[in-house]
């Protein structure tokens, strides 16, 4: 008995946290971009939040992939997001955000980091996600 509450609550708590989940809709996976120009991330809400969220910042993160051949890049565990292009607020549903990116030539992992408190006791958030970009 005691059991299938745990898991239920851990099942919640899955359904909970991913309710406030950011990902970059612009530009779209496997892009060309750039080097050294500015251009629009665009980060956005993957659904509607069910729960109340208080918003704290979005970061996005540049860093370069190894190889081309296979395609190897850097994950967030253990070589981090990189150089930190945008650190800010973040209005949501969703938001168009001007980065420059940095003439580092080849595949690179572009990501959004969301931080925020949710619910109405305010539970500390943290999420990250990627898209890869060529930057040619
Ligand atoms: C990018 O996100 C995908 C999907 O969540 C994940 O499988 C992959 O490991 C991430 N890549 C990097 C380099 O962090």
Known sequence: MKLLSLAALAVSAVTYALAQEVK???PADNSLVAGGK???VEVAYTS???TPVTEVAV???FNPCFSDHPLSCPA???YGIGKILYNGPFHPPLQDISVAIPEELGPAVLSVTHFAFT???NF???QNKNITIYVE
């Open 24 to 26: 970059i809709t612009q």
């Open 59 to 61: 970061v996005i993160g």
């Open 48 to 50: 509607t939040p069910s």
């Open 38 to 40: 500015v251009i629009t």
């Open 76 to 78: 967030v565990e253990p």
């Open 124 to 126: 500390p958030y943290v």
């Open 119 to 121: 619910g109405t006791a």
